[in-house]
């Protein structure tokens, strides 16, 4: 049996699983294609760095990871696409060790109007739109 040393492995704290999970190159089967396999904290990592231009820091606290696992996420993230976008590869996003955050921005809260912090799974607004 493997035991892992040091520090347990902290759940990622992501806004939510992505609507689309699969991008390719037009006109090129699936099974002919090699692919970059992007996780879910990797992409929350490129959404708020480089989408929503949060600074590092910012961006460690709102996943819950110290700016050092952050910055390697990232560092991860950019290469992959990279790779992927300039010798055609498939980008299939899925796994990874993550946690999907509850809003904490309710005393900031919009009111049904489009969360500032990216947050989708507000729920005031699921409770507003369930009445």
């Given at each position: 049996?493997?035991?892992?040393?040091?520090?347990?492995?902290?759940?990622?704290?992501?806004?939510?699983?992505?609507?689309?999970?699969?991008?390719?190159p037009?006109?090129?089967?699936?099974t002919?294609?090699?692919s970059?396999?992007?996780?879910?904290?990797?992409?929350?990592?490129?959404?708020?760095?480089?989408y929503?231009n949060?600074?590092?820091?910012?961006?460690?606290?709102?996943?819950?990871?110290s700016?050092?696992?952050?910055?390697?996420?990232?560092?991860?993230?950019?290469?992959k696409?990279?790779?992927?976008?300039?010798?055609?590869?498939?980008?299939?996003?899925?796994g990874?060790?993550?946690?999907?955050?509850?809003?904490?921005?309710?005393?900031?809260?919009?009111?049904?109007?489009?969360?500032?912090?990216?947050?989708?799974?507000?729920?005031?607004?699921?409770?507003?739109?369930?009445e």
């Amino acid at each position: 049996m493997k035991f892992r040393k040091g520090r347990p492995k902290i759940l990622r704290l992501i806004s939510e699983e992505p609507q689309f999970k699969l991008f390719k190159p037009v006109g090129i089967p699936r099974t002919d294609l090699e692919s970059e396999v992007l996780t879910f904290e990797e992409l929350e990592s490129i959404r708020l760095v480089d989408y929503l231009n949060h600074p590092h820091e910012d961006a460690a606290d709102e996943m819950g990871i110290s700016r050092r696992v952050f910055w390697n996420i990232l560092k991860s993230a950019r290469k992959k696409v990279a790779d992927a976008l300039i010798n055609g590869k498939m980008i299939d996003i899925g796994g990874g060790y993550y946690k999907i955050r509850d809003c904490n921005y309710e005393d900031e809260c919009q009111r049904g109007k489009f969360c500032k912090y990216g947050v989708s799974n507000c729920l005031r607004l699921k409770n507003r739109d369930s009445e």
